[in-house]
């Protein structure tokens, strides 16, 4: 056990609709991360958090959108869902900003939109 | 733009004896980060190894070791002793130690099966 929790385990929509995406970091960490791992695409760094602020920003859709609030937890929302949009989401953890230092991972929320 | 390949979809393994993962990278730059992470089925992400591209001595973690050769940009891992618990999905990744540049690139994966 990482010590990172995300919710839901899975989720399954439609197209068009929109979903948040939940992500609880390590006690004491302030980065979070944000990953999408799909079979068309494989693994993919989206967005990354340190301490309410976007630090740095990977392969995110302007349909997507994160954010990390005072309490350090952060949400993935998506919206306009394609069937490509269907993947498994990662969130990490760490304990400062600095990519290289270890990211934890949580367990992933599985999408699956039909 | 930078690439990252991973040349074997797929490998096995007699359990107890070592085997080499692969991974090239292409990019212009001359630091950066390289990662090698582990996926077993539960499907959560394990940092396995990480080597800093201006550091000549070659990462190792216990069984894990790395075989860095910048100038022909080359990242492969070594695993020693392989155990059951190795049998993993394993990922190369590569990001730039610029912090203005954000992009993290992953290969497509090498997994690897563990023979009893």
């Known amino acids: 056990d990482s010590g990172v929790t995300q919710t839901p385990k899975h989720l399954i929509t439609a197209t068009g609709q929109r979903v948040t995406l939940r992500c609880s970091p390590r006690s004491g960490d302030l980065s979070v991360y944000w990953y999408q791992q799909s079979l068309d695409q494989g693994l993919q760094f989206l967005i990354q958090?340190?301490?309410?602020?976007?630090?740095a920003k990977g392969n995110i859709l302007e349909r997507f959108s994160a954010q990390q609030f005072p309490d350090l937890h952060s949400e993935l929302n998506l919206s306009s869902l394609e069937l490509g949009d269907s993947a498994l989401y990662f969130c990490?953890?760490?304990?400062?900003?600095?990519?290289?230092?270890?990211?934890?991972f949580g367990p992933g929320t599985r999408l699956t939109v039909l | 733009a930078q690439t990252v390949t991973q040349s074997q979809p797929e490998m096995s393994v007699q359990e107890a004896e070592t085997v080499t993962l692969s991974c090239t990278y292409d990019t212009s730059e001359s630091d950066y980060y390289l990662f090698w992470y582990k996926q077993p089925p539960s499907r959560q992400m394990i940092l396995v190894i990480r080597q800093e591209a201006y550091k000549q001595q070659n990462a190792t973690e216990n069984r894990f070791s790395v075989n860095f050769q910048k100038a022909a940009k080359s990242f492969s891992l070594k695993i020693s002793d392989s155990q059951l618990g190795d049998a993993a999905m394993y990922f190369c990744?590569?990001?730039?130690?610029?912090?203005?540049?954000?992009?993290?690139?992953f290969g497509p994966g090498t997994s690897l099966s563990v023979i009893p």
């Open positions: 990744a590569y990001r730039s130690a610029k912090t203005s540049y954000d992009k993290v690139i």
């Open positions: 990490a953890s760490s304990a400062d900003g600095q990519f290289y230092n270890e990211q934890f």
């Open positions: 958090y340190y301490n309410g602020e976007e630090r």
